[in-house]
């Protein structure tokens, strides 16, 4: 609950800090940010979907200051624990995911929490061939993300838990900036 109310707040300040204007001609409407000060990162949400699920209560505020270079080490075993509880596709030894990961490698990769982007290739979370290189507005990224974590080898195990259900955005994304549908 206490993250919750984080990411709302986040949300609400950023939708009042910062909105757009058509005026792309006035340059001095908005201030220049002051980084001066000292800061500290409070939250991070690289895959949101995955620190909510594999990230314990207990170990939330840990995960969200650790620099995601060490949160591999940090954090891998309990990762890996959580999937072989919650997962039928990993309870063997051997069962690996349709990207050819055992449970290890796979929450291995889970556990540094970045969302990596391709600068040279395709941008998505997944498209059949290219495997987490950024995310594209409609990738559906809760079934890819189910879809490694219950599917097992060829994605047909557990279909159940494997699909979110939800198909598509509830309105087409725009063609240019912002991409975002307006809000209903």
């Known amino acids: 609950m206490k ?33 001066s000060g000292t800061f500290s990162q409070e939250d991070q949400m690289g895959r949101p979907a995955i620190n909510t699920v594999f990230v314990a209560s207990a170990d939330k505020d840990m995960f969200n200051v650790t620099v ?17 509880a919650l997962s039928p596709a990993f309870e063997n030894p051997g069962d690996m995911n349709a990207l050819g ?54 994605f047909m195990e557990n279909p159940g838990l494997s699909n979110d259900n939800v198909d598509a955005n509830d309105k087409t994304f725009l063609t240019s900036f912002p991409y975002l549908a307006s809000p209903h």
Do not use: H, W
Request: proline share 3%; glycine share 8%.
């Open 3 to 35: 993250t919750l109310n984080k990411i709302l707040a986040v949300l609400a300040v950023s939708l009042i800090a910062f909105n757009c204007s058509n005026n792309d001609d006035d340059q001095g409407m908005m201030p220049e940010p002051d980084f």
């Open 101 to 154: 990961q055992d449970a290890a490698a796979f929450t291995g990769l889970l556990a540094t929490d970045v969302l990596n982007v391709s600068l040279d290739g395709t941008t998505t979370f997944y498209d059949g061939t290219n495997v987490l290189t950024g995310r594209a507005l409609g990738d559906d990224v809760i079934t890819v993300e189910l879809l490694l974590i219950f599917g097992g080898e060829d």
């Open 68 to 84: 995601p270079s060490n949160q591999d080490a940090a954090f891998q075993s309990k990762f890996q624990s959580n999937l072989m």
